[in-house]
């Protein structure tokens, strides 16, 4: 595949296997070649500059207009009224033109590799760490904050130099810069992958060559620029498995599966090839870290050497302040849930809670199928609010009486799930109302209320609302949510980093 001028100055900065930066021999390697490679950059930029230095003098010399308009003559005299404006427009002293004056253009190529060289320049982060990480992610940075961003910003946090690799490119996204800084993360959209707009699409659209040439680029420049050769690469979705495999194969990069949803449970148009992917992610994997005890297992069905529990977590502190303490105004009780409603949202709680005789407001705020929207939207005593930004969602959580977390326990994906949200809720002291989803039946009765029957969920927000529940109370919820805040999850993963 073709390499840009840039590209070329660093590539032979990457070798398959990279020196041991632990052995002086290899550690000197290192560092040769890093000054070798800024050294290179530097001439570069030098070059740059006399590129455009020259294209400006040639603009200016007598002797290159008259050049130019020997050319222009020819092509421009006899053509259409446009053009011969333009030709008389030189005469009176305009602008040189490109296509007649092919020293000018050395302007435009100039500009074009330094445009390159400031994307590549901004590859140096402050972060200098032991160990880079890169996220091959399952969603956006900017989409929903979940465990992804998490897990991202708590490494962040703990001075690791972090790159997110957004999983839409460049191809959905036109305007987005290649690399941008969102707090301590380096978020990445793929600019060259021009066969499909995501990484869902890839396989469907003979994407993975392009693909895997576009990523091995990008960390030839994140590695020229950080100190170390430490790669630990977190797979967040199974398509991007090609891309885990050149990584570890060529830059000796250790993998991690974040498995964090049964994956082939979704509705997706490709779900043979992200079974069949799965399989492989979980098999090649150096570490799988499952969210529960049933992916855990699945894990280790499908040949994981290597199996931790890292289950979900919440941000305590920024949802401690949702916690009601004024006085609860008059009218309806707010019965919430926040989140995707999709096929996999149980649908009939709602609609058991609609009919009931409790005077409620069903609160329902988040990103919604259309499918389950028009059956949603129908019914008494529910509200539907567009999705709300992470730093909103206190707001939104403080006015809840009670949190629901309705979903289709039958399903695989349900049976997979170790939900956010029941820690959030808790965070704020809420009382919660779910199905039976498994991840959550070892805490029925003390910190929610498990129940598949439409009947016996409604009966549970009834004994929540008049407070004769047997669950624990405020304090207790605040701080079994802090036991199980986001930075315990990452104290544990940088233990498994090591």
């Known amino acids: 595949m073709r390499r840009s001028a840039l590209q ?52 200016r010399n007598r002797s290159s207009r008259m050049a130019e308009l020997l050319s222009r003559i020819p092509r421009q005299l006899f053509a259409g009224k446009s053009e011969r404006q333009s030709l008389l427009r030189f005469v009176r002293g305009g602008e040189p ?20 060289l400031m994307c590549f ?75 499909t707009p995501t990484i869902y699409q890839a396989a469907q659209a003979q994407a993975y060559p392009q693909l895997v040439e576009d990523v091995r680029s990008t960390v030839q420049k994140i590695l020229v620029w950080q100190k170390n050769d430490r790669l630990q690469v977190i797979i967040q979705h199974p398509l991007w498995q090609p891309v885990a495999e050149m990584l570890q194969q060529e830059f000796g990069a250790r993998i991690i599966a974040d498995y964090l949803d049964d994956f082939a449970d979704f509705d997706h148009a490709d779900k043979e090839n992200v079974r069949d992917m799965a399989v492989r992610m979980l098999k090649n994997a150096d570490l799988t870290l499952a969210t529960s005890v049933y992916l855990a297992e699945k894990a280790r069905q499908s040949g994981s050497s290597k199996v931790e529990l890292l289950r979900n977590g919440t941000d305590c502190a ?38 009931s005789d409790l005077d409620i407001c069903i609160r329902l705020v988040g990103v919604s199928d259309e499918t389950v929207r028009r059956r949603l939207q129908q019914l008494a005593k529910v509200e539907l609010w567009d999705a709300v930004p992470y730093d ?9 009486d009670v949190c629901l977390i309705p979903f289709d326990a039958s399903t695989d994906l349900i049976k997979a799930t170790n939900p956010v949200k029941f820690y959030e809720y808790l965070s704020a002291g809420k009382k919660v109302v779910a199905t039976e989803i498994p991840e959550l039946m070892s ?56």
Not at 11 to 33: H, M, Q, S, Y
Not at 97 to 116: H, M, N, S
Not at 446 to 473: G, M, Q, S
């Open 121 to 195: 320049r901004r590859y140096d982060v402050p972060e200098k760490s032991d160990v880079t990480v890169l996220f091959l992610g399952t969603i956006d940075f900017d989409f929903l904050i979940q465990r992804p961003q998490h897990l991202a910003n708590g490494c962040a946090a703990n001075g690791k130099a972090v790159f997110y690799f957004n999983a839409e490119f460049g191809a959905r996204h036109p305007d987005r810069e290649e690399i941008v800084r969102v707090g301590s993360v380096n978020v990445i959209t793929l600019q060259n992958t021009y066969k």
């Open 318 to 355: 920024h949802f401690a302040c949702a916690a009601k303490q004024e006085k609860r105004a008059a009218g309806p009780w707010v019965v919430g849930y926040y989140g995707v409603l999709s096929t996999w949202f149980d649908c009939g709680k709602i609609e058991a809670l609609s009919r």
């Open 97 to 116: 033109d490109v296509r007649f004056q092919p020293l000018v253009g050395l302007e435009q190529k100039a500009e074009t590799i330094r445009r390159e």
């Open 8 to 59: 070329n100055i660093f590539w032979i900065g990457t070798v398959r296997k990279c020196p041991d930066r632990f052995c002086p021999e290899g550690e000197n390697a290192l560092r040769n070649r890093d000054e070798m490679l800024h050294a290179r950059i530097v001439q570069m930029e030098n070059t740059v500059a006399q590129m455009e230095e020259m294209a400006r003098a040639a603009g």
């Open 443 to 498: 805490y029925n009765g003390k910190y929610v209320y498990c129940e598949n029957d439409d009947d016996a969920f409604v009966d549970k927000v009834r004994l929540c609302l008049e407070n004769k529940t047997t669950l624990v109370d405020e304090t207790e919820c605040v701080q079994f949510a802090r036991e199980n805040d986001w930075k315990t999850r990452i104290k544990k993963l940088m233990l498994l980093f090591s």
């Open 392 to 400: 909103k969602l206190p707001e939104v959580l403080r006015d809840f």
